[in-house]
């Protein structure tokens, strides 16, 4: 038998060799179809006898639903059946968003659609099916509906005041959770410290806006008591799992089938009513029900996130020395916590990532999550990381300002040593293994810092304001079941792949993470062509289909790579030694002399070919009578893989920003920017690199355009990409990529996550810039989006 492999036995540092497709750029193998419009998306799915659904949605953020009048609606062509919650209720089993080990937490039970009230506006109320999606909507128009207004509660501010509006009276108030987490003596320190430095950070609602909407087709067939359901989902398990519990059916009755995803961005991780709904009423009809998401319906249903007050303060010694944090964070998530994954995720993740790269004695953070009369806010792309990263950043810089120091110099001398791990953070995070110091010396020499001070000192002598601004981050990948504990639906934190050899030499792998546009299929035939040995266009992924694929938590936290490709190599290695077992017996040679290079059987030593695997495959296949008797002849491997000595895979990084401020309007020009990152072993730099980006440039839009605007009333004023501003690439800098490599021990792949790092550091990154280029004007702005109007107000202009 083979010895256990390690990596450098399997080639993971040797890039030099044929069959090593680790570390290289591959181009995604899904890029043909993309580009030719190919792609199979939930709306291409046609399925006879299907239905469309439209919803009627709360005009209020806040009423009581006193009467429902269809028979108009009933009596539009094409229109064949209205549903209401009390419709739903009779097939459907209500939730609650709330994990055991998230100590106290609670939220009021959720129904596909409301009973009695709808507590956001844009809340699903009332659903019509009818042969095409216009007549459906012609029937939402004809519905009725007496409303009773009711008082709003909006600000998160007042949410937990005396006399304020108790959204869900049952609850007995709006506090839906609460978390402090200490160490040391925090008073005492601040108390001795030489310096305190304080800010009130805020950071506005925003949302993902995928390119493609949420979708989701039913269909219930009551021969077989089959439900399948296509839908564009990160979680294809979860949501067996979820579809299965509340509509009263075993999971084996339950398919749920994932193609092509048009980005996801955490936005499609959560159970939503509305698609809850699409599949309980295609139960009830037994025909297909297909729902497709708008764009004013995405503005108004999908999840927000980031609706953050951070008042914080920083101590710190007379030499630089940081002492410790005393934050206080306040976040607003909408009437209901979000099920399963519960929108007390970010808040707590600012308790446990605030001060992350550096090594300080004193902590305090408190998170108060309460409800709000808003649309739901859940987990978005790095779920708290770049609220944490903000206050932490702005806290340094403002630091370094005071006591007179290079900012750069600072966060040197605070940051954990990279020979310090394994390392546990005052919140009680286990950092396996990190390098701030790696990261910033290998950002230093991509970041011609003096070029950019001389030029920034050159134009503020012409009245023209540039500023450089830096943000030290770290990231939570890989994360184990710790993350999720136990709740009311089943979110695995393992992942499986199976694999396998065809006749004609081709490998098939299926897994049980899912492509979001991300790259994961180009990933995982990366990893199981460098395990088997096989060229990387004769491998095959499938993934996105539970009755086809291992169970497995599917792609979020960027656990793709970490989890689903450890799973991968280790099923691909299985199969390998599967394969030399039987070219051994073959050619009556010792597996452990033999390998497989780009498709053929190998001699080790010498690396002459001996045979190709199209020939063993034919011989396995089809004349297994040569072979001896008790020779296994199934060339198929099924590995699962879970992270086992950390609940996390922490990886780490640094960014840098230059902008330039037109102090005349206030406007912010994005000049250049950078990134470090160690996301662990880089399996193809090219994919890696893209994710790093497209992570800034999500980051850098919350930071300065996108912001979901309400009134006092709980109205939501940007409904529409003329009111919600994205980043286009013409507002974009180019984005400089640079890595250091600190594989986890926890996988003989050595993998973290990359996806979230960029989205990470980006904003506080830039927030530094722009306040590095108000400084000498005595101005700084902490409340994002950093639009004109508050770089103005800030300046004193308005």
């Not at 950070?201 to 989701?216: K, N, Q, Y």
Request: with cysteine; charged share 20%; hydrophobic share 45%.
């Amino acid at each position: 038998m083979n010895e256990i492999p390690t990596p450098a036995s399997i080639g993971l540092s040797r890039e030099d060799l044929p069959n090593s497709y680790i570390g290289r750029s591959v181009p995604r193998p899904s890029l043909p179809k993309l580009v030719q419009g190919r792609a199979t998306y939930t709306d291409d799915v046609v399925l006879p006898r299907m239905l469309h659904a439209a919803f009627l949605r709360s005009p209020h953020a806040h009423a009581r639903i006193l009467a429902i009048r269809i028979e108009a609606a009933l009596a539009v062509p094409g229109v064949v059946r209205v549903f209401t919650g009390a419709d739903l209720a009779k097939v459907c089993d209500p939730w609650v968003a709330v994990l055991d080990h998230l100590k106290g937490m609670k939220s009021a039970p959720q129904h596909p659609l409301p009973l009695d009230r709808a507590t956001w506006q844009g809340e699903a109320v009332v659903a019509v099916l009818a042969d095409t999606r216009a007549a459906a909507e012609d029937g939402v128009a004809a519905i009725e509906v007496d409303w009773d207004p009711l008082p709003a509660q909006t600000d998160m501010e007042t949410a937990l005041d005396a006399g304020t509006v108790v959204i869900h009276p049952e609850l007995g108030d709006n506090l839906v959770f609460t978390r402090t987490a200490t160490k040391g003596d925090v008073d005492a320190a601040f108390a001795a410290a030489h310096k305190v430095v304080e800010a009130t950070f805020v950071t506005g609602r925003h949302t993902g806006v995928t390119l493609e909407p949420r979708s989701i087709i039913a269909d219930y067939n009551r021969a077989d008591g089959m439900l399948t359901v296509h839908q564009a989902t990160q979680a294809p398990h979860m949501m067996q799992n979820v579809f299965a519990k509340h509509l009263r059916l075993e999971e084996s009755q339950v398919r749920v089938i994932c193609k092509d995803v048009g980005g996801s961005f955490g936005i499609k991780v959560h159970v939503y009513p509305d698609e809850v709904a699409v599949a309980a009423m295609a139960r009830v009809l037994g025909r297909p029900v297909k729902f497709i998401a708008d764009r004013f319906e995405s503005f108004a249903s999908d999840i927000h996130a980031r609706d953050h007050r951070i008042k914080a303060r920083m101590a710190v010694n007379a030499d630089g020395t940081i002492i410790g944090f005393d934050v206080d964070d306040l976040t607003g998530i909408g009437p209901y916590s979000v099920y399963p994954r519960t929108s007390a995720m970010e808040g707590n993740q600012v308790v446990n990532l605030v001060g992350g790269p550096y090594d300080f004695a004193h902590y305090r953070c408190t998170t108060r999550v309460v409800l709000q009369n808003k649309a739901p806010t859940c987990q978005y792309r790095a779920v708290g990381h770049p609220i944490a990263t903000a206050v932490t950043e702005g806290l340094v810089e403002m630091a370094a300002r005071e006591l007179g120091m290079d900012a750069l110099d600072l966060r040197r001398r605070n940051m954990i040593r990279d020979d310090a791990y394994p390392f546990t953070s005052p919140p009680g995070m286990r950092f396996e293994g990190l390098s701030h110091h790696a990261s910033l010396d290998k950002l230093l020499e991509m970041v011609p810092v003096a070029r950019i001070r001389a030029d920034q000192a050159e134009q503020r002598a012409i009245g023209v304001h540039r500023g450089l601004g830096f943000a030290a981050f770290i990231e939570l990948t890989n994360p184990s079941p710790f993350m999720y504990g136990i709740g009311g639906a089943r979110i695995s934190a393992q992942d499986g792949c199976t694999v396998r050899m065809d006749p004609d030499g081709s490998v098939v792998a299926s897994s049980g993470v899912t492509e979001q546009g991300q790259g994961t299929e180009a990933i995982l035939a990366q990893i199981v062509a460098h395990g088997v040995g096989v060229p990387v266009e004769r491998v095959k992924i499938i993934t996105g289909d539970t009755l086809n694929t291992p169970y497995g938590g599917g792609t979020w936290a960027c656990r793709g790579a970490g989890i689903g490709g450890e799973a991968a190599l280790q099923s691909a290695l299985a199969l390998k030694a599967q394969i030399l077992e039987v070219a051994g017996a073959m050619l009556q040679a010792a597996p452990e002399s033999l390998d497989i290079v780009m498709g053929h059987i190998t001699d080790r030593a010498s690396g002459a070919q001996r045979m190709s695997l199209h020939e063993l495959g034919r011989i396995v296949y089809f004349r297994g009578d040569t072979l001896p008797r008790d020779l296994p002849r199934e060339l198929v491997q099924t590995r699962h893989f879970i992270t086992k000595e950390y609940p996390f895979a922490f990886t780490n990084g640094i960014q840098a920003c230059w902008a330039e401020v037109d102090t005349d309007t206030g406007m912010v020009k994005l000049l250049e920017h950078w990134v470090v990152e160690d996301c662990g072993r880089v399996v193809n730099p090219l994919l890696v690199d893209e994710q790093v980006r497209g992570g800034v440039v999500q980051g850098l839009g919350g930071a300065l355009y996108e912001h979901c605007v309400y009134d006092e009333r709980g109205n939501l004023l940007t409904t529409t990409m003329a009111d919600y501003l994205v980043p286009m690439s013409a507002e974009m800098p180019d984005i400089h990529v640079g890595h250091v490599e600190t594989p986890t021990k926890e996988s003989l792949l050595g993998a973290k996550g990359a996806g979230e790092a960029g989205t990470a550091g980006a904003p506080g990154a830039l927030m530094n810039a722009i306040n590095d280029a108000l400084a000498p004007l005595g101005a700084r702005v902490l409340e994002q989006p950093f639009t004109p109007a508050r770089i103005l107000a800030a300046l004193g202009r308005i």
